[in-house]
Structures are given as structure tokens and as C-alpha cells.
């Protein structure tokens, strides 16, 4: 447990809460919500459970309880208001702050509870575009400023990996259209998959066959796919690999394999900006995002 964050900064608070540094500190002052702690040298930090109460003070406040009335509440009766409200309101932003409560608490109640509530209102398409989406990049940000530790990342990751795995098994035996199948895999070295097992939902929702071979794939272990006589496509996904200084070189060993055996290759990621003007055989398609992949398929 020595990955998970302990200590917060007030500009950690910001960033995960949404409430500007200025208003924690009203709220500090004027009723006594947060008590931070201070370290030998006198300088301010708030604990974990400082960040759970202000998670829930946020959830309530955005859903028409005046902070004057949440001060006054025990700590226990902010624990049960803001867990019952979350149960009931789960729809996009308030799903999105349950599902950062549920990660800082790694409350896998809360975030099933948050995903059936959706489910009463929403597809599973819908979900994920429309929460686990904009949720999964606020995350990013949260790694980027260093506020979020592998603990927290890792608990929330796989409980959307098992949703999207669920979600893809119910549909297994879709296939309409067996003429192509799709290969699915990530560059080596590379483990962020969620969005390419999103991918490979979205394949098989549409009736297509797909092999999903996982993370962190060396090219030369496709050789079975290459040598089919069956019409294939290659899908990856660039997410962190190939690192800068060797995404040229990884793209010309593709454009080697595309020429030597006519396969079709379709990459997707911010990353392919960095390739977008090498001299690409023309079965190799570039992607921004799954998102526009997905609208020409």
C-alpha cells in the first residue's frame, strides 16, 4: 500500500475536486469544513480523509445543499447523504464525481452502484463515451499533476476493464460480417489497453470478427496473422510506446511487413501526429482517436 497518496496539497484538492484553492480556504475558515495538518516545517497538507470530505461536500453542494447546511452536518450524516445521493443522481458529472469518490475510497460498492444507476438510464456505449471518457482523461490529468498514485489508477482501470469485458461477452456471438477479421494489439512495452478493448467492443457490436491479443506485443509475433490467406487488419493503439525517438523506426518496420504481405494496418492515437508525414504504404491508416476510426468503419 506504500504506492497510495497520503498527503495533499491544497492545489491536489483543486485539481481533483474542481473547487478553486480560494474556496477550500473560505470554506476552511468560515465553517470549519477542512482542518488540514501541518508538517515540522509548518507547511500545510490534507490527508486522505480530508480529500474524501470534500469529495462528498462537492457532491452535495452541486446538487442544491447550501454550505451552510452541510457544516452542520456530523461526519457520519455527510458520509450517508453524499453516499445516498450518489446512489441516485449518477448522471454525468455527479457520475463522474462518484466515480472519483469511489477511486480515493477504492469503493467498488460505490462505483457498481454509480455504473447500475447509469445502466437505468443509459447504453453501455453511452456510458462510456459520455462518463467513463471524460472521466478516464480527468484522470489523466490528475497522473500528469502527480496527484493520483498506480494504486488508485490500477483499482478504477480494472473495474472499467471488467465492465467493457462484460459488456463484450454478451455480444461474442455477434458476427455478421466474417469476410475480416480484425487483430487487436499494443505496441511492446505498452499496458494501457482500455481503449482498445473499447475498440474491440465496438468491432464486435458491429458484427465483426476480432482477435484480441493484448498489451505489449512485439511485431515479429503477428507472423501467424501475416502469413493467413484470410483478409486481415492489424489495430493498435498508441498511447505512451513507441517512445519519440523510435515511433519513425516502429512505422517503417509496419511499412515493411505492409509491403512484404498486403496487410492492412490501423493505428490510433495522438502519437501517429509524429508519422503523419512518412512516406506510408497506403494500407496503413492513421487515427487520431478511436472516435474517428470508429465513424468510417
Known amino acids: ?63 442544491n445543499f447550501k454550505i451552510s447546511k452541510i457544516a452542520k452536518m456530523s461526519e457520519e450524516e455527510l458520509v450517508l447523504q453524499s453516499r445516498e445521493l450518489a446512489f ?6 455527479e457520475a463522474i464525481n462518484s466515480l472519483k469518490l469511489a477511486m480515493f475510497q477504492f ?17 453501455f456505449k453511452q456510458i462510456f463515451k459520455e ?8 484522470v489523466g490529468v ?21 465492465k467493457i469485458l462484460i459488456n463484450t461477452e454478451k455480444i461474442q456471438y455477434n458476427i455478421t460480417n466474417s469476410s ?9 512495452n505498452e499496458i494501457h489497453e482500455i481503449g482498445l478493448l473499447y475498440l474491440n467492443y465496438e468491432l464486435v457490436l458491429r458484427g465483426f470478427q476480432t482477435v484480441y491479443l493484448g498489451q505489449s506485443l512485439p511485431l515479429n509475433n503477428l ?5 493467413s490467406e484470410n483478409e486481415i487488419c492489424f489495430v493498435t493503439a498508441l498511447t505512451i510506446r513507441p517512445y519519440d525517438d523510435v515511433i519513425e523506426a516502429y512505422f517503417n518496420e509496419i511499412n515493411t511487413i505492409t509491403n512484404t504481405y498486403g496487410k492492412t494496418f490501423i493505428a490510433v492515437g495522438q502519437k501517429v501526429n509524429k508519422v503523419k508525414e512518412l512516406a506510408l504504404n497506403s494500407k496503413i491508416h492513421l487515427y487520431d482517436s478511436i472516435s474517428d476510426l470508429l465513424k468510417v468503419l
Open 1 to 63: 500500500m506504500n504506492n497510495i497518496k497520503q498527503d495533499f496539497t491544497i492545489k491536489d484538492l483543486e485539481n481533483i475536486s474542481g473547487i478553486k484553492a480560494h474556496t477550500i480556504r473560505i470554506w476552511e475558515k468560515r465553517y470549519n469544513l477542512l482542518v488540514p495538518k501541518r508538517t515540522d516545517t509548518n507547511i500545510r497538507f490534507y490527508t486522505n480523509e480530508n480529500l474524501q470530505k470534500l469529495l462528498n461536500i462537492v457532491l452535495l453542494n452541486n446538487n
Open 88 to 93: 441516485t443522481t449518477s448522471i454525468n458529472d
Open 107 to 123: 469503493d467498488k460498492l460505490l462505483f457498481n452502484n454509480t455504473y447500475n444507476k447509469l445502466l437505468q438510464k443509459k447504453t
Open 131 to 138: 462518463v467513463f471518457v471524460p472521466f478516464l482523461n480527468h
Open 142 to 162: 490528475l497522473w500528469q499533476t502527480d496527484t493520483l498514485k498506480p494504486a488508485h489508477e490500477h483499482f478504477i482501470s480494472n473495474l472499467i476493464t471488467q
Open 180 to 188: 475480416k477479421t480484425y487483430v487487436l494489439f499494443l505496441p511492446e
Open 223 to 227: 507472423d501467424y496473422f501475416l502469413e
